[in-house]
């Protein structure tokens, strides 16, 4: 079996799942969406795609209708079953409007009928990030003693203003957008750094203790051992 594409080193916008057969038509989509800031990971085929979202949690998706096996129709209904509504764009050689409405739906975000430019996939992808997360960006996240405000990206803690880095600050903005939420470190590797790899967990443990670090004892991070980190209120 063709092994998948392993993602490309690009944070900035997060990781988006491309499931798609045919490894040229991959190819070009992870290109463009590579230069548009993205980190790409592709699979092949759907019962593989199904176990990427859930272990990767990409900001986006895009499905191929006719995949082989679990074709992108039967992938995108049993994510929605799941109450997954990850972000998804179908794509397909067929242009029959009932396979556009069937895929809507379903829950599907938006419908791209092959052939088409990687530059529309690109647009098409953003503006579907920009519907689905745009009001979570801008409200302030509080969670016990911490603020975060995302907008002008400051922090504080019981009023006092904190410096953090970039990352730094990312890394707590995801926990806090879902407090109480446990993530594994592949999911905060792919959230925030765009990043489809098993091997950089160290890379989060580091960016936690520094996070703990600054923020002192109350901090809102807790580890769940084994699984991974959440945002919590302290008693």
């Known amino acids: 079996m063709e ?6 080193q690009g944070p900035a916008r997060g990781l ?19 230069r548009a800031g993205f980190g790409v990971h592709v699979e092949t085929t759907g019962e593989a795609g199904l176990d990427r979202v859930r272990d ?29 509504w990850t972000p998804i764009i179908f794509v397909s050689a067929r ?3 009932v396979d556009l409405l069937l895929g809507l739906e379903l829950g599907a975000d938006d419908y791209l009928t092959k052939p088409f430019s990687p530059r529309e996939l690109v ?13 979570q960006y801008a409200r302030i996240l509080r969670v016990g003693a911490v603020t975060l405000d995302p907008e002008h990206r400051t922090i504080s803690v019981d009023g006092s203003a904190v ?29 925030v750094w ?26 809102p991070i807790r580890t769940l051992r084994g699984v991974g980190y959440s945002a919590v209120e302290r008693p």
């Open 163 to 191: 410096e953090l880095t970039a990352k730094e600050f990312d890394v707590l903005a995801f926990l806090m957008a879902s407090p109480g939420r446990v993530f594994s470190r592949e999911q905060l590797l792919s959230s």
């Open 95 to 97: 242009d029959e409007e």
């Open 194 to 219: 765009g990043q489809a790899s098993y091997t950089g967990g160290r890379t989060v443990d580091v960016h936690i203790a520094q996070l703990r670090s600054k923020l002192g004892d109350r901090n």
């Open 16 to 34: 988006v799942l491309i499931v798609e057969d045919e490894r040229a038509i991959a190819d070009v989509q992870r290109l463009y969406l590579s």
């Open 56 to 84: 990767l949690r990409p900001v986006a998706v895009v499905l191929d209708v006719g995949l082989p096996g679990i074709d992108g129709i039967e992938v995108c209904r049993r994510l929605r079953a799941r109450n997954d």
């Open 3 to 8: 092994q998948p594409v392993v993602s490309d």
């Open 123 to 135: 647009t098409r992808i953003k503006t579907v990030l920009r519907r689905s997360t745009g009001p």
